[in-house]
Structures are given as C-alpha cells and as structure tokens.
C-alpha cells in the first residue's frame, strides 16, 4: 500500500510538465503518443506493485521494468507536448530516453541470467557498449550530423553485434540453467532484441531513408516500438517471475 502512495505522488508530479493540451483527434501520430504515454504510466504502476507478488531474486528486475517504463512516461509527456505544439519531431527527447532506457535494459538482461547461473561480467559491457555505439549514431543521423544512410549502417553493425553477443555468451548460459523459467524468459528475451528491435530501424528506415523526411510515419513506428519493448519485455520478465513462484 506505502509503495502505491508514493507512485501516485510520482504520478502527478509530472502533470505540471504535461503540455499540447490542444490534441486533435486526426492527429493520429500525436494521438499515438497520448496512448503510449498513459500505457508507460500504468505499466510503470503495474510493475512496481507486482514486486511484492514474486520471490526475492526477482525483485531487481520488476523494479528495473517499471523504471524503464517511468522513464520512459516522463520523456513521452514531453515528446507528445514538442509533436502536438510543433509538429516537429522530438528528436532529442527521444535519444535521451533511450540513453537512459537501452542500458537499463542491458542490466536487465543480465540480472535474469545472474540470478540463477554463472555469467560472465564482460557480458554485460560488451552490450552496453553495443547499444551506445548503435544509439550514438542512431541521433547523428537523425539529427543530421552525419549522413542518414552511414550513421544508419554503424547503427545496425551495432545491433548485430549485440545479437550475437547475446547468442554467444548468454546463450551458453541460459542452455545450461535448471530453471525452466529462465530459459523461457531467456528466449523471450532475444526475440524481444531480435524481432522487437527491429520495428526501430525500420522506423528510421521508413523516416529518413526513402527519399524525404517522413517524421509523421517515423514517430508512428517508434511510438508502436516502444510500447513493445518496453511494456512487453517488462511483461515477459514479469511472466517468468510468477511462472518460477509456481513451480518453487
Ligand atoms: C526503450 C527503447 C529502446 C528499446 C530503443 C531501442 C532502439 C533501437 C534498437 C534502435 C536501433 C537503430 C538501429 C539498429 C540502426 C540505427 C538507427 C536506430 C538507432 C533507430
């Protein structure tokens, strides 16, 4: 019960941040951003009051899901205000964001696969630097600081790397765990990285690399990603957690 209090409280500080009020219904981008914006508050809910439902060694990792997805609430007031007043896309709101939200995710990773079996600590920088190199460049092409089509390229060779970092090293390490839930949320895991990533290079792809600049369509694609990746993975996790409670 404390735990929900103090959430409500973080809830409403923000609203003071929350402008675009004047949304129009055939906005479809801008009301995209409106519905992934109330979806991230109440995963982010969600995900903390769920903390208490499962074992210990699960903990982190439901904390670490709803601080992405608060992090992500916080950034998405201010993208859907930056799209709804200007038309323009928030760019800069969005990198920071992910800045914020890709590493968070790479200590996620490793937290499920730390808590039941060996795994290797380069494993974790090897994706951390990974995601930098792939966001880095990602935000010099869209913010025109390089060509869209070489920071895009870097961008994927970046991707592909973590891929298959994941396959070599946490691969070996989840095929050999006991725990039937950790290898489900394991595989989970990389088809969220594999499959759910991909949405965003085709966002850019579909934004940048097809002509002219198409923000109305890139902001679309990213807004769908990122309601996939974040509350989806959080879910995952989630899932895996309660799935280890029932057969402990
Ligand atoms: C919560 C935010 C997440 C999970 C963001 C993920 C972002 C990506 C996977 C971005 C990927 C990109 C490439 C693979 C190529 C270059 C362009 C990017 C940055 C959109």
Known sequence: MKSILVLSSFLAAPL???SGGDLDAN???????????????????????ERGNVEG????????AGLICGIAFWHY???????????ETPTVFRY?????????????????????TVVAGSLFWQLLLGSLVMLIFGFMGEAGLMSAM????????????????LYMGAGKAAVSSTSASVQ??????LLIIVVGWAIYPLGYVFGYLMGTVDSATLNLIYNLADFVNKILFGLVIWKAAMDDRQTA
């Open 16 to 18: 003071f941040a929350a």
């Open 27 to 49: 906005d479809y981008v801008g009301v995209s951003f409106w519905l992934v914006t109330a979806a991230m508050a109440a995963a982010t809910v969600f995900f903390f009051a």
């Open 57 to 64: 060694k699960w903990k982190t990792s439901l904390t670490v």
């Open 77 to 87: 007031l201010y993208m859907r205000g930056v799209w709804v007043d200007t038309g």
């Open 96 to 116: 920071i964001d992910w800045l914020l939200t890709v590493p968070l995710q790479m200590v996620e990773f490793y937290l499920i696969l730390a808590a039941v």
């Open 150 to 165: 070489p920071a895009f390229i870097i961008g994927m060779l970046a991707w592909l790397y973590m891929i298959y970092v």
């Open 184 to 189: 489900t949320a394991y595989n989970s895991m």
